[in-house]
């Protein structure tokens, strides 16, 4: 699937907000966007927990969340589809 044939997300609130608390629903490896680690490298496991820090923009389409993964001591950058709730937030 092409960028052209998502939703455009910018249109709608984001889905997270800075301070809440996420789950990841993937393992993220290094795709080379990240100074220090070797591409290919986990960077996050799936079910690690991160608090979102800030939002932007890829594409001037999807938001992404910089999600803070504390106990990596690493900020990530993921779509929401990559991310849910952790079991009992509300």
Do not use: C, H
Not at 61 to 89: C, K, N, S
């Amino acid at each position: 699937m092409s960028p052209d044939d998502q939703p455009i997300e910018i249109y709608a609130p984001p889905v997270y907000m800075p301070g809440d608390k996420v789950r990841s629903r993937l393992t993220i490896r290094n795709d080379g966007t990240m100074w220090g680690v070797e591409i290919g490298e986990i960077v996050v496991r799936k079910g690690d927990v991160g608090y979102v820090r800030d939002i932007g923009t890829y594409l001037q389409q999807f938001y992404i969340y910089a999600v803070d993964f504390i106990d990596r001591g690493t900020v990530v950058g993921m779509r929401a589809r990559e991310l849910t709730e952790p079991e009992g937030v509300q």
